[in-house]
């Protein structure tokens, strides 16, 4: 069959058209534009060195020209491979249209179960010069055969449709659905596409895909409505943003729902029609992680309003990053789930994704463990940024907690950064957690000091430390300690409600100064250390020799 190169010019710019109009016209185009499969077949000698050996005149090749010239159209050219009774020679070109649409119905059959030899298959049981195509399933439930005799004339194709299958063509027509659309509509219309879809049913998806939509916008309010006035009689209001955010998931499932039932009116060939319900399986696994989506969004602002979040900038910073990961783990979950739907083979991806998913483990153990350090410290909540506290030697205050480290700065105004996974198993120390602050000192009285004065200046620093509004007054402990080295010990220890350790050093300083006026008007005075030295004489020898 030779190739036109003029009109494949001419065919060219409706490409854009036929892309419009749907995959299938596109595939017809390139059908024009190619030689025939068939008459490509015809010229080859081989599959490939590990193939049988394929003649030019063998079932196979026959039937892949006459399903080439079906494909296209070319019913007149196709009445050739057709065995017809005499007296319905006029009536080729419609016998060769309605097997065309009986094969778009039913399925084509796989070539390569065809036989490739020039006598045809000679284990199938059937007399020679007589190969089974394929079987079509009858309403009825029975299977009738298609088959290929030997054409013996000179004329023609080598094989053709039996005399016998041809008579049953126009049964097996009569018994398809549909068959006001092989009445009215145009030939180009009628032919096939892809996934087994005629052009003219590609065309008709569109306005269906289209009024479903519109269908489902009011659906799915009336369904938002209903959910919004159940969620309202709880306490909660997480429930009251959940049915506000599923506007658009509700959407798309409604518009799935509508499109499942109304795809068999289209009357798509059975192949076809499971084609197009997985990919409404596909949609709806999209659709149903979408609405997971909503739901983590909703949930995160909900924690974004408790207090554990507000209370900690470190949380919240958690918080959404954790969100983050949430999405991309739900996402990828979501496109392998569409992939399985679609009938991709996604167990090797999946074992793929877990040895890549080993090594990276592997390679960043530190950075997975320091992630989960700061995942631990978020939750956890020991420290928060701006707390100081005192961890490994250091002291200061916590200027950041990132992902890897936390930051802090120490009085010298160095900043030490340590890491999480470090952090999380160390002895932390939060001087910002204290609900009270204590004060603990001695001081020293000289010795000479009365029991009567010692007294009065306990029970006088007792009084003014009660007295004091931010002490806490469970326990206040006033008591003369111990007969030092040098003085007269008392012990001073008591605990002030305060916020902070400035706070706390003010409220020090005023209580030191009191105590040094109550010591002071007691008459007594504060020891300091003192050493005693005896130096001891030795004899002079010189004089005892002069006594002597």
Known sequence: MPTNRRGCAFLRPAWALCLILGPGWAMGTLAEEAPGAAAEARSTVSEGPSEPLVSPDSPRVVFQELQGLLKRGRWDEATAFLDLPKGLEPEGARIARRLAAVLDHHGWPDPGRIAATTDGATDDGLPAGVDEVTRLPMPSGQREPLRLVR????????????????????????????????????????????????????????????????????????????????????????????????????????????????????????AALDHLYRVLIALAWVDGFWALFRTMDVLHRGLEESPWAKDSPSAQFLLSFGTRIGKLLVGGLGIVAALSALGYPVASLLAGLGVGGLALALAAQKTVENLFGAFSIGVDRPIQVGDFIQVDGVSGTVEAIGLRSTRIRTMDRVLVSIPNGKLADMRLENLTARDRFRLHTVIGLEYGTGVERIRKVTGEIEALLRRHPLVWPDRVVVRFQQFGPSSLDIEIMAWFLVEDAYAFRDVRHQVLLEIMEVVEKAGCAFAFPTHTVHIASQPDPSRNRTGS
């Not at 009569?174 to 996934?195: F, T």
């Open 151 to 270: 054409n013996v004339s000179q004329e023609g194709p080598p094989w053709r449709v039996s005399r016998r299958s041809v008579e049953r063509v126009e049964e097996w027509f009569a018994a398809l659905p549909g068959q006001w659309m092989y009445e009215n509509l145009p030939d180009p219309l009628l032919l096939p596409s892809a996934w087994g879809l005629l052009r003219w049913q590609w065309l008709a998806l569109v306005p269906l895909v289209v009024l479903a939509f519109l269908l489902a916008v009011p659906l799915a309010s009336v369904t938002r409505r209903i959910l919004l006035a159940a969620a309202q009689r709880t306490r909660s209001s997480w429930d009251d943003a959940l049915a506000v955010s599923m506007r658009g998931p509700f959407r798309v499932a409604w518009m799935l729902i509508l499109l499942r039932i109304a795809l068999p009116w289209l009357v798509f060939a059975p």
